[in-house]
């Protein structure tokens, strides 16, 4: 499977480049006022206001850093219909994709209740890859205030 990495501070993260529908520059993101912390705003992605997650915030409660590397990755965030729509993660580190055999996957050994996003794990030669369920990252009340139609 084709995987897109990047790094949450010192920890190298992983998503299936399935879901990935751009990886663009950092850019000036409006406020989401009273959003959770993790919620760094919205942008204009090809004429759709598409809502941010700061993946560090999410993760280390900490803003990503500015830097070269970081970079806002847009994936296709799953729908009950089938359908999906524009999310934006922001990430640090998001420099290179690689290919990684899914039977190498294997569990952490961890159930952590508040990070269902968590997904399996994978070894490398220098590191161990985390990878990040996409699907899991924003709760019933994240999407609802996230993707809430409007008239």
């Known amino acids: 499977m084709l995987v897109l990495y990047f790094a949450i501070g010192p920890q190298r993260c992983a998503i299936e480049s399935r ?31 598409v809502p941010v997650i700061d993946l560090c ?6 803003p990503c850093r500015d830097a070269f590397s970081t970079r806002i990755v847009v994936v296709r965030y799953p729908e ?9 993660l922001l990430a640090e580190g998001v420099v ?3 290919k990684i055999n899914p039977t190498k996957l294997k569990d952490a050994g961890l159930a952590i ?8 794990v994978h070894a490398q030669e220098q590191a161990i ?4 369920r996409v ?11 996230l993707f809430q139609d409007r008239p």
Request: glycine letters at 10%; one cysteine or more.
């Open 96 to 98: 290179s994709t690689g």
């Open 129 to 132: 890859v985390q990878f990040v």
């Open 80 to 88: 009950a219909n089938g359908c999906g729509r524009p999310l934006g």
């Open 19 to 49: 879901v990935v529908i751009e990886v663009t520059p950092r850019v000036q993101l409006a406020a989401a006022a009273l959003a959770p912390a993790h919620v760094a705003g919205f942008f204009n992605f090809r004429g759709a206001i």
């Open 57 to 62: 915030r999410l993760f280390l409660e900490r």
């Open 113 to 120: 209740p508040n990070a269902p996003f968590l997904g399996q």
């Open 135 to 145: 699907e899991q990252l924003l709760t019933a009340e994240l999407k609802s205030i």
